[in-house]
């Protein structure tokens, strides 16, 4: 049973737009969220991170957005650099043992 | 250098034969944990250690052991690896809580035959 969901395997961007990777949820006691990059032969790192009780979490070119009630947040890259291409990792936590993570969305932005 | 590391990164074995993949911090972190990571199922955790001799089950822990005897070391243990344990683990550690930032080694790449 996937708790968190990343429905697009992939997505393809052009240098300099903007990059909108979405995560769902099902479980509503989920009150931590953060999304993970991951590079080929290198292990995930962590990027940005939001609260329940925020929407909103900004970090240089990284946004985050939760919205609560559909059960739905996403990652704003604006704008998209080729530096950005890697596996986008959304992960959810309820309470403070345990995480749950996406399948990964492979993010290519074309020079 | 703040670091996880593991080793070995890439390891081919058969089924039946005991192996042991290491993972060290040296970050003075409480928290560790193992992830197996699949296609299309992302990244799992299979146990986790909340301190020094401190271990509990993640989602997937059938098949595996762990240990922590040292705040720094977190082996993983496969007693009788069965080729569906084929996958890339990685290991993690974060300061106290799994919800504070986790850093991750960069990853064993196992196949059993």
């Known amino acids: 049973d996937q708790q968190v969901k990343q429905n697009s395997p992939s997505l393809s961007v052009q240098e300099g737009r903007i990059s909108i990777l979405n995560c769902d949820y099902t479980?509503?006691?989920?009150?931590?969220f953060l999304w993970y990059k991951k590079y080929p032969a290198e292990g995930p790192t962590f990027l940005i991170s939001?609260?329940?009780?925020?929407d909103k979490n900004e970090d240089g070119r990284f946004t985050v957005f939760l919205n609560k009630s559909a059960k739905h947040l996403s990652l704003h890259i604006v704008p998209s650099q080729p530096g950005d291409s890697a596996v986008y990792f959304c992960?959810?936590?309820?309470?403070?043992?345990?995480?749950?993570f996406g399948a990964g969305t492979r993010l290519t932005v074309k020079p | 250098e703040a670091q996880v590391t593991q080793n070995p990164r890439y390891l081919i074995t058969v089924t039946g034969k005991k192996l042991t993949v290491t993972c060290s911090q040296n970050?003075?972190?409480?928290?560790m944990s193992w992830y197996r990571q699949d296609p299309g199922l992302g990244l799992r955790q299979i146990y986790y250690?909340?301190?020094?001799?401190?271990?509990d089950k993640g989602d997937v822990p059938e098949g595996y052991k762990v240990s922590r005897k040292e705040k720094r070391n977190f082996p993983l243990i496969l007693e009788s690896p069965s080729p569906n344990q084929t996958s890339l683990y990685f290991c993690a550690s974060s300061p106290r809580l799994i919800r504070e930032t986790q850093y991750f080694g960069p990853g064993t790449r196992l196949l059993v035959l």
């Open positions: 992960a959810a936590s309820e309470g403070n043992n345990d995480m749950r």
């Open positions: 970050m003075n972190h409480e928290y």
């Open positions: 479980n509503s006691m989920f009150d931590y």
């Open positions: 250690s909340m301190n020094v001799e401190v271990t």
């Open positions: 939001i609260s329940s009780i925020k």
